[in-house]
């Protein structure tokens, strides 16, 4: 799995995080885009039949700026990491 794909993983888990974790309300018909990443590192390739979990944290949010990190593994072997900014906007 190439590493950018990894960081979009990374972006649509965070986008359902803060969409399904929050107030419904304040985020329907919304639309999430990345903003910037930073501090990517890929430590081990990932290779096809491997099972990859995400582990995503929400570090804070200003307005509709939110930043974040998350970690990939495979069986419990750090593959990848990341911290990344995303904005939230109306779909109109």
């Given amino acids: 799995m190439p590493g950018v794909l990894i960081v979009e993983s990374f972006g ?5 995080l803060t ?3 929050l107030d419904k309300s304040t985020y329907e018909d919304k639309l999430v885009f990345l903003m910037g990443v930073e501090k990517a ?3 081990n390739p990932v290779i ?3 099972k990859l979990e ?10 509709r700026v ?3 990190k998350g ?5 419990g072997k750090k ?10 906007v109306d779909k109109k």
């Fill in 19 to 21: 969409a399904h974790g």
């Fill in 71 to 75: 970690e990939a593994f495979v069986e």
């Fill in 66 to 68: 939110w930043k974040y």
């Fill in 79 to 88: 593959m990848a990491d990341a911290v990344w900014s995303a904005t939230i």
């Fill in 54 to 63: 995400l582990k995503i944290e929400a570090i804070r949010s200003h307005g």
């Fill in 41 to 43: 590192r890929f430590r």
């Fill in 12 to 16: 649509q888990a965070a986008a359902a």
């Fill in 48 to 50: 096809p039949n491997c």
